[in-house]
DNA sequence: ACTCCCAGTTAATACGTATTAGCAAGTGCC
DNA sequence: GGCACTTGCTAATACGTATTAACTGGGAGT
C-alpha cells in the first residue's frame, strides 16, 4: 500500500522483492506470452498484484534494447518542412504516415532537425550529416522529397538500410523499394479525355528537370496519344526555364502557330506556376477553357479557396503515405527482404479548365 | 572497407575491434562530452573513422537506459490526432513544435501508437497503456491534449520525467510545467470591448465541466465585468449539457427574461456548439449582431472558409508549442529545474458578431 | 632510486528486461 | 527405492551504452 518512492519509477525487481520471488518470475508474468503458462496461479497473481501496487510501468528502452528494435519508424524530408507553401504539400503525407504507424504500434519519429549542430538555417538537407547516419536510430524509414540527393540514396542502399521512399526513385548502385503515383496512366487518362472531347494537338509543358515522375508524364502523354491514335509530335513537348515566362504572348503563340488546342501542364514545386496561370487568366486576354484547354499533370502546391479548380489529376497523398508505412513494416518483417514497388493510382479531377476544341481551333492538317 | 554485416547496426564494440582499442575508449570519443578531452587525438581519429567506415549509429534504446541523452523530444497528444476536426485543431501546435524543435536541433518524436497492441481504435490514449511509459525514449516531451488524465500527468510528475504541458494544467501530487494561453486577460479584454460599445448585462455561457481554461475564463469574465465597474451577476452565468441546447427560443428567453444584449460563448471541443450557432444564424429568427451581440471565448474548433467571422480571441496555437519546446528544453539543460509557468497572450479577431446596444436592447435597472 | 603524478586507457559495472538452461520438489511407474 | 518425467520456479546471461575506479608507462621532482 506504500505510495510508489519518489524519484524512481519501480521495476520488475521491485516487484519480485515485495511478491518474494525472483525478477524472471515477474518477467515471465507481466509479458504474459507462452512461456507465462508454467507460472502457478497463485504466484501470477500476487505478482500482478505487486506490480499494481507499486504503479509499474515496462521501460520501454530496457525492452527494445532487449529485442533489437525500438518501435520507431522515421520520416525523412528532403526540404525543410516550414516554408507555407511545402507545409500543404508535406502534410498529407504526414498525415498518412502517422495514422498507419499509429496503426501499426510503432512511433514517428521526425528527422527535422538540420544535422548541422545547431540554428543555422540551410537549404539542403542530410542524412549524414556529423558523419554518421542518424536514420538509424529508427527501425526504418520512410523518405520524402522532390529534390532528392542521389548520393545519400545510394548509401542508404549499400548500408542495406530499411526504407522506403514516397515517389519512384532509382539509384545506380541497387534498387531501393518506393510506393509511387501512377503518372503514367494520369497522364494518359487526361490525353485520352482531351481526346474524347475532340482535341488533336495537345501541347505538353514539362519540367526542365530531368526527374523520374517528369519522364513518366512524359511517357504516359506519348502513350495517351498513341491510344488516342495520335502522333506525337516533337514539337508539342515543350520546358520553360523559368515558370514565369508562360505568358499570355506565348500561350497564343503557340495556340495561332502551332496550332494547339489543349495544355497540359506539369506543376512546379513552388507557387510561381500557379501563379503565372493566374496571372493569365486574370488578364482576360486568354480564358480557359473557351480559347484553350488546360490540365494540370498533378496537384498545384499549395491551394487557397479562392484559387482556380483547374482540371487535373491528384495525388493520394495520405494513401501514398499509408501504403509507404506498410510496405516499410514488412521489409523489417522480413529476413533478407527484396525490394518492393508500388503504384497506386492518380484521382481525376473534372475542374473547369477543359472544355470541347474552340469553333475555330486546330490547324486542319498536321 | 567491408561492408557492415548484413541486418545487424554495428555497435561500440565492433568499432573497437576495428579501432584496436576499448568500448570504453569508443563511448568516450563518440559520446564528446567533458570527459572525451582525454583521449589523444591519434585514438580519437582512429575510432572516428571506424565509426564512420561501420557506419555506426548509437542505439537509443541503450542510451535512454543509461540515462544518457537522445537529442530527442517527445509529442504526445492525449487525443487521437486523426478526426478531421481535432487535425485543424493539432496542426498549428506541431507546427510550432516541429520547427522549434528542428531550430534546438533536436529530432521529434511523434507517440502516434495507441498503446494498445495493434488495430483496435480508441477513442481515450493513455501514455500508460501497454504497461509501460514510452515517453521515456525521448529526453523529455511536449504534452498536449483537452481530455487529459489526471492520474497519468500525476505519475509523471512524481517520476520526475520533462515534461512541458500546452495548456494549464495542474495537479494534486506537484507542480508541472505548462505553456498557457492568458484566457484571463483575453476574456476581461472582450468583456471590455463589449463594455466599451455600451453593453451592461453580458452572459457567459461556460461549459459544463469544471477545467482550467473554464475557470481561467470565468475569472477574467468577473475581473473584466469589475474592470468596466458592473456588477457580477450569477444568473449570467450559464452552462448547457448539451451545446445542441442553445436555441434560438432559448437565447430569445435571455435576452427578454434576462436582458442581456451580449454573449460571450465557450467554443466545445468538437464542432456541435459552432454547429448549433450556424443554425441559429441561418433561421434569422436572430441575428447578430443586430439582436445580440454575442464572441467565442476561444477558436472554433475546426475553420472552414464559408464559415462566419465570429468575433472571438484566437490562441497563438504555433507560438505556444514553440514556446513549450523552449521551456522544455531549458529543463533538459538543468539540474534539479523548478516547474516553469508561461503565459502567453491570446489574439483579438474583430469579427462581425458584436456590435453596439440594439436600441430597445437592455434592462433598465436589474 | 624512490615516490608521485599525470595523461591515456581499460576493466568493471549498472541500467531493466527477456530468455534459456537448469535446479528442486513432486508424481507416477516399474 | 530408483528412475524418468513434469511442474514451478530461479540463476545467469545478453542486449548496447555511459561512467567510474583502477591500472599502466613514463616523466618530473626530491
Known amino acids: 500500500m506504500a505510495p510508489p518512492e519518489r524519484r524512481r519509477r519501480s521495476t520488475q525487481r521491485d516487484i519480485a522483492q515485495r511478491a518474494g520471488v525472483s525478477q ?10 507462452a512461456a507465462s503458462a508454467q507460472i502457478a496461479e497463485p504466484t501470477r497473481r500476487a505478482v500482478l498484484a505487486a506490480a499494481e501496487e507499486l504503479g509499474y510501468a ?27 507553401d511545402q507545409r500543404d504539400f508535406y502534410y498529407p503525407f504526414l498525415l498518412g504516415v502517422e495514422e498507419e504507424t499509429a496503426r501499426q504500434g510503432y512511433d514517428l519519429l521526425l528527422f527535422c532537425s538540420d544535422g548541422s549542430a545547431s540554428g543555422t538555417a540551410r537549404a539542403e538537407r542530410s ?11 529508427a527501425d526504418g524509414c520512410v523518405l520524402l522529397g522532390r529534390n532528392v540527393r542521389r548520393e545519400e540514396l ?22 531501393l523499394s518506393y510506393v509511387a503515383a501512377d503518372y503514367v496512366s494520369a497522364t494518359a487518362g487526361l490525353v485520352a479525355e482531351l481526346a474524347r472531347l ?9 519540367a526542365p528537370e530531368d526527374s523520374e515522375p517528369t519522364r513518366d508524364r512524359e511517357e504516359g502523354y506519348r502513350r495517351g496519344l498513341a491510344e488516342a491514335g495520335l502522333g506525337a509530335d516533337e514539337a508539342l513537348i515543350r520546358s520553360l526555364a523559368d515558370p514565369a515566362d508562360l505568358t499570355v504572348e506565348r500561350l497564343k503563340g503557340w495556340i495561332d502557330g502551332l ?14 506556376l500557379t501563379g503565372a496561370l493566374a496571372t493569365m487568366t486574370g488578364t482576360e486576354r486568354v480564358r480557359f477553357p473557351e480559347d484553350c484547354s488546360l490540365a494540370l499533370l498533378g496537384d498545384p502546391p499549395s491551394w487557397t479557396p479562392e484559387s482556380r479548380n483547374w482540371t487535373r489529376f491528384s495525388l493520394p497523398r495520405a494513401q501514398m503515405a499509408g501504403e509507404a508505412v506498410r510496405v516499410l513494416i514488412e521489409l523489417l518483417d522480413e529476413e533478407a527482404p527484396a525490394p518492393r514497388h508500388l503504384t497506386v493510382p492518380c484521382v481525376f479531377v473534372p475542374g473547369d479548365s477543359v472544355g470541347p ?5 486546330g490547324r486542319p492538317g498536321a
Chains 1, 2 share one sequence.
Not at 496550332?259 to 510561381?272: F, N, Q, W, Y
Not at 476544341?357 to 481551333?361: H, I, K
Open 259 to 272: 496550332g494547339i488546342t489543349a495544355l497540359l501542364v506539369e506543376p512546379t514545386e513552388d507557387d510561381r
Open 357 to 361: 476544341v474552340p469553333a475555330g481551333g
Open 154 to 175: 545510394s548509401a542508404l542502399v549499400r548500408e542495406d538500410f530499411p526504407f522506403v521512399f514516397v515517389g519512384r526513385r532509382e539509384v545506380d548502385d541497387g534498387e
Open 24 to 33: 524472471a518470475t515477474v518477467s515471465l508474468v507481466i509479458s504474459g506470452g
Open 127 to 137: 542524412i549524414y550529416a556529423g558523419g554518421t547516419n542518424r536514420l538509424k536510430i
Open 198 to 206: 475532340g482535341h488533336r494537338r495537345i501541347l505538353y509543358l514539362r
Open 58 to 84: 515496462a521501460n520501454v528502452a530496457a525492452r527494445s534494447l532487449k529485442g533489437g528494435r525500438n518501435r520507431l519508424l522515421g520520416l525523412y524530408t528532403f526540404e525543410s518542412v516550414f516554408p507555407t
